[in-house]
């Protein structure tokens, strides 16, 4: 893992961008499953998940400011 392999002084750094690129990634997914899906289910599931998606996102956008 490339986490391991970091500097200590760069390992925040690493990781936030690296989750914030992950919850970016998760967020295209679920919205695509919200705009082209067709199981009520997993739309209701992917809703509330987006928005616990947004918040993550949300927070790793303010680490260290």
């Known amino acids: 893992m490339v986490y391991r392999s970091a500097p200590d002084a760069d390992f925040d750094q690493l990781f936030v961008?690296?989750?914030a690129m992950l919850h970016d990634q998760a967020a295209w997914v679920v919205r695509?499953?919200?705009?082209d899906g067709d199981e009520?289910?997993?739309r209701q599931i992917a809703r509330r998940a987006l928005a616990v998606i947004r918040r993550h996102r949300a927070a790793l956008g303010h680490f260290g400011q």
């Open 17 to 19: 961008s690296s989750q």
């Open 32 to 35: 695509s499953e919200l705009t």
């Open 40 to 42: 009520v289910a997993v």
